[in-house]
């Protein structure tokens, strides 16, 4: 049972996958997600792919229908998403529908295919002469690559190689065309660099290596093509071993990192791995939302500037988010460090999973902070959840994440497995001394106590990792304070026999957090978070929110609420806050900075950000103003 | 010598333009402000008309030259609004480059114009079976109103009626169309309806007022058309009588209000006033910057949510500055309310005053009130001032403005002479009693001194009003405290003689402004003002704007600087300031409550925010967070 990013035996990766690897979720967010993925998420998108046209146009292209191209220039991407999304879903329960889609259109796409390799039904059926002439917008290298993808996990689920060789056939073609290409030939949307280090893994193909590769090496230089963004939005300003800040389109610019590392670790090049490690490193602390979110900007899609992290006005794309757990994965994978499983577990717990609706039939493209009362009023990105886009990238990459999602809960060394997410689960794998096998039970994120119990174990010693993630402030191990090690984890080496368990306890209380100075649109606020959950108060709890002061002395209780209408099982933080009012001086919304100002006691309630915008289209904010008279 | 708004004998407008003006400027900012506009922008922006093919286009429909089309759809209005600005400019000094200007291009308007009346030279030469098909997007009757502007401004100013007969044509060709128009028949941009009745003003013809009170009233049934950004983008949601608060495209909004007070007053309709008048009054309270700028959101230009005031994302629209200003103009004529002047100056001073570079060449088209030292980063508006723009709305709204500027410094009833701007200037205009004049010595706005002198006088009883800013704390009149009315002024009845003179002094000590409670943007954070200047702390003064946090108890003192490079005669506020830095928490931008933070003294020193951007590219902010520990 294998899933993405499968680093070869030569890669410089000191983490791996779990080898031999069966794992079962018993439950949990992570079984709820599963089965929303199963039951509604796919089902509906292989609907949108019918209605949309995206299924259509393959078809016309593999001349068993016709009709115009409908849809963006990169609607075969939804349909490889689905794919890929079928395809790691189909490890976790077999589903006859799913199957039939993968083994149709992998036929389909089989005769859509062109003599040469090529397969792009948007040129297909345009504009076959120009092919490849508009990389910068065209997106066939990218559409290419989430096929590779789709192939790649068909693969790895099924054992099903037939969409594997119409990718085989579709990268010989681009290497055939791009390995010596005169001119970078990059488009302007990476990701296929990540997807040909995939397919190398897959199919043993070197070539697919040496294209990504040089894609990554030739990006940089001012030459992808002109775009009324510029060459930063396209991130070829600067070469990708040199730049020393992400920028730019940021779905782009992260699917790049994922190619750059994963370059990086297969070719052994350890410059390109720092490069791209230093430039994680700047994002996490100068761009990055408290969600995990990243994208200050609507207008490009951009990062925006350092320190620009707006709740209201946030994109936070949600294929960003999902791109950003990709690249922290393959960093984690590549130099083994504790941060990266900690930004990972806070993008997804966060920014990733508000994206869809409790009931898994809605997505949001942008995921802010913050949404007012009359949000209605205001042009811009839709302040709701829609089933499908015009643009549809985003509902494709959460069925696609959710369905591999176990994959990212563990790795291991030779002697050891690293747990990094907890999640009800059986996990059995081999490690260098044997087979092991453990069963974890938890009813995390919700309540902190964690139980691993050793089911099989070899007869040797090996090391049984827990990550600690850095907010857990006082954390027992068997009922015992324990400090984690440097890189957050509590290593358990023993020589452990079938039955022995232990029980970690990490620390719940629900905790504020105030924003560095340097990020001025949450200047005087406080989010309030518990565990890896960041809270949100919304209208629906309050009718005041945007009113709302908190006091950091109020007691914080912990509330269980085990179905809460629209959302289920959660868990509610309430304490005694104030509303603060004010006049207007002079007409004007400013004030003397001493003006009086009006405050009442007001009960609060928040929610997990994750669960918003279930019950209701109300107001709804993280980041909640301090009170400054408590 | 009139300028622009002059209410019928009719209309419902206690406050009038002065009769039989005759007004100088003599100096101070206004004076350079209209000497830039002549020497500099005027011959820059006919070049870029020629350049940017706007005046080509006309060339080829009046059949003197031959060519595609150029440029947007509303290209005309381009040459519209340059001919009211050289029209208004003319008042001021002669110059034979702007009068061979309006009376070559009224000759080539009336050659291009079709023997209906007809005249749009995007529809003519690209399009003309399709003229008022898309008026939702065509801005066919926005250029219109450009055009009836300019012939009233010329016909105002040089007394030459050429202009005026093609704008007659045009206007009663709209009548034959759209007087009975079956359907709303309504663009999708306002203007027309301002610059109807400002036609009907010059002409007498009251098919042109009924006509712009039809266009106000079938406003608002969701009829104007479909629209990405929807109905509310267009003003199209609610019937203009009805609609409680502005919303949807700034400008566009603006434009409209402006039409719905000159119908109101010109009608007699005291509901379509008092509807108008209080958005106005919603529109100060929640969604104005504190420079007067207007629209939070780039994405649709939009006003955005209320209280939605970020200082870095801002759009605020040259064009919708001016647009405000002229709204607030006609409301203060309909009322006579000195609000309406208060904020007349905030938006001069400051959002449209900063539009332009002190030279006179380039302009902002969004002014916000923050740039950080990172800027050129992120994609969006441009955040530096350009010559012009494709879309070249807003050089010409600045050059039009400032030429008829100085008509916004006074209104008179029967027997009183209000002064609401301040600059050095002589103005004589008839009373009821008979002709006054006074003389206006003042260095306003860098000191508050101004002195009046009444140079002709009738021998009657007549009242001399002086607005009292509402910030001018102290006021003093001839050295004597005084407490202006509830109206913002000081009312001076008297049988003046000539010679005799008075001097009021506003209170010009800086203040800092904190924000409502409401504002998240600003949260924490201080504006530096003084007198009607908001200022602004530029890297160039300073390298570490981002870090700066201001002592709210700290000194500010006040430099007259006689000639700044790059700017000229400003004035300075220093004062001593910190610098604030702080660590990141787990690498994220996010810390405890109370994490310590590094505080070191740093002085610092702020310009007006109106001479912005004039020593290069770097950092700015209006507002500064306010020194948590001091």
């Given at each position: 049972m294998e899933g993405p990013v499968r680093p070869t035996h030569a890669a410089l990766s000191p983490h791996r996958p779990p080898r031999n690897l069966r794992l079962a979720v018993t439950g949990g967010l992570f079984g709820q997600w599963l089965d929303v993925n199963r039951t509604t998420s796919i089902p509906l998108a292989l609907h949108h792919l019918e209605d949309s046209g995206a299924l259509a146009n393959l078809r016309t292209a593999a001349g068993v229908a016709s009709g115009a191209f409908r849809?963006?220039?990169?609607?075969?991407?939804?349909?490889?998403?689905?794919?890929?999304?079928?395809?790691?879903?189909?490890?976790?329960?077999?589903?006859?529908?799913?199957?039939?889609?993968l083994t149709e259109t992998a036929r389909l796409l089989a005769r859509a295919q062109q003599p040469d390799g090529y397969l792009d039904s948007h040129y297909q059926l345009t504009d076959p002469a120009d092919r490849y002439t508009r990389l910068v917008d065209s997106h066939e290298h990218y559409c290419a690559g989430h096929l590779f993808q789709a192939a790649v996990a068909a693969q790895r689920s099924t054992g099903d190689e037939e969409l594997l060789t119409v990718a085989g056939r579709l990268a010989?073609?681009?290497?055939?065309?791009?390995?010596?290409?005169?001119?970078?030939?990059?488009?302007?949307?990476?990701?296929?660099?990540?997807?040909?280090?995939?397919?190398?893994?897959?199919?043993?193909?070197?070539?697919?290596?040496?294209?990504?590769?040089?894609?990554?090496?030739?990006?940089?230089?001012?030459?992808?093509?002109?775009?009324?963004?510029?060459?930063?939005?396209?991130?070829?300003?600067?070469?990708?071993?040199?730049?020393?800040?992400?920028?730019?389109?940021?779905?782009?610019?992260?699917?790049?990192?994922?190619?750059?590392?994963?370059?990086?670790?297969?070719?052994g090049d350890k410059e390109l791995l720092a490069a791209s490690a230093a430039r994680w490193t700047d994002m996490v602390a100068t761009r990055t939302a408290i969600t995990g979110g990243l994208g200050s900007r609507q207008v490009g899609e951009v990062f925006g500037e350092r320190y620009e992290l707006p709740p209201d006005l946030a994109y936070n794309e949600t294929c960003a988010s999902a791109a950003s757990m990709q690249w922290a994965w393959r960093l984690l994978l590549a130099t083994g460090e504790g941060r990266y499983a900690d930004l990972l577990e806070r993008t997804l717990y966060n920014a990733f999973a508000a994206a869809r609706s409790v009931d898994g039939r809605t997505y949001y493209k942008g995921n802010p902070l913050q949404r007012r009362p009359d949000h209605a009023e205001a042009v811009g990105d839709p302040r709701c959840r829609d089933e499908w886009f015009w643009s549809a990238c985003c509902p494709p990459s959460v069925t696609r994440l959710m369905a591999s999602l176990p994959h990212y809960a563990a790795t291991t060394t030779d002697d050891a497995l690293f747990l990094h997410l907890y999640t009800p689960m059986r996990l059995a794998c081999d490690l260098g001394a044997g087979p092991i096998a453990v069963r974890v039970e938890t009813e995390y994120p919700w309540r902190g106590a964690v139980r691993v119990t050793v089911e099989e174990a070899p007869d040797a010693e090996w090391t049984l990792a827990l990550r600690v993630p850095p907010w857990s402030g006082r954390t027992l191990l068997d009922g015992v304070p324990v400090t984690p090690d440097a890189q957050g984890r509590v290593l358990l080496r023993r020589h452990w026999r079938a039955g022995e368990s232990v029980a970690l306890d990490l620390d719940m209380t629900p905790r504020l957090t105030a924003a560095h100075p340097r990020i001025d649109a949450l200047r005087g606020s406080v989010a309030l978070e518990r565990g890896p959950l960041v809270h949100c108060f919304e209208q629906a709890d309050q009718p005041y929110v945007d009113e709302l002061a908190l006091d950091a002395d109020a007691d914080l209780s912990v509330r269980d609420v085990p179905d809460l209408p629209g959302i289920g099982r959660t868990v509610r933080i309430e304490t005694e806050a104030v509303t603060v009012a004010a006049p207007h001086q002079d007409g004007l919304p400013y004030l003397s900075p001493g003006a009086p100002r009006t405050r009442r006691p007001a009960p609060a309630a928040a929610v997990p950000y994750f669960q918003w915008d279930n019950r209701g289209d109300g107001a709804m904010r993280v980041w909640v103003p301090l009170d400054e008279h408590p």
């Open positions: 849809g963006p220039a990169y609607a075969d991407s939804d349909v490889h998403k689905m794919l890929e999304s079928a395809a790691w879903q189909l490890q976790h329960s077999p589903d006859p529908a799913l199957t039939a889609f010989d073609h681009l290497c055939a065309v791009f390995l010596d290409h005169e001119g970078p030939g990059l488009d302007g949307h990476p990701q296929v660099e990540t997807a040909l280090v995939e397919l190398y893994r897959a199919t043993g193909v070197e070539r697919y290596l040496t294209l990504a590769a040089r894609m990554v090496e030739r990006r940089g230089h001012g030459l992808v093509g002109p775009h009324k963004h510029g060459a930063r939005h396209r991130l070829d300003h600067l070469p990708v071993r040199e730049a020393p800040a992400v920028t730019g389109h940021v779905v782009r610019a992260l699917y790049l990192e994922a190619g750059a590392v994963d370059v990086a670790v297969e070719t």
